[in-house]
Nanobody
Framework: VQLQASGGGLVQAGGSLRLSCAASGRTFSTYAMGWFRQAPGKEREFVAAISRNGGSTYYANSVKGRFTISRDNAKNTVYLQMNTLEPEDTAVYYC?????????????????WGQGTLVTVSS
């Protein structure tokens, strides 16, 4: 599976962005998907995850209520809608795919990573 993330950019605090991650292949629906982010000088951290059929979602506390993860299996794409952005959200955002699950505790076991897209939130 190859993952191509897009949608990052520069936005003012309080603004919104929507990230997309397009996957190659015909097995997209068999993967749990998620987003992680890595700020300069910090470790990569979990942001959000979604189950194979989109029925379950999970968020880091820092983004809960502001970010929404969704997927369209017909388009092989996962999305991250980010609202009320804060300067602390500035990071490179990576999409992730795993045959089992995506979560805050299995960052080192993820099957596939996208290349990352930079989100910069100015104050």
């Amino acid at each position: 599976v190859q993952l191509q993330a897009s949608g990052g950019g520069l936005v003012q605090a309080g603004g919104s962005l929507r990230l997309s991650c397009a996957a190659s292949g015909r097995t997209f629906s068999t993967y749990a998907m998620g987003w992680f982010r890595q700020a300069p000088g910090k470790e990569r951290e979990f942001v959000a995850a979604i189950s194979r059929n989109g029925g379950s979602t999970y968020y880091a506390n820092s983004v809960k209520g502001r970010f929404t993860i969704s997927r369209d299996n017909a388009k092989n794409t996962v999305y991250l809608q980010m609202n009320t952005l804060e300067p602390e959200d500035t990071a490179v955002y990576y999409c992730a795919a795993d045959r089992v699950r995506v979560g805050p505790d299995n960052r080192h076991l993820i099957d596939y990573w996208g290349q990352g897209t930079l989100v910069t939130v100015s104050s």
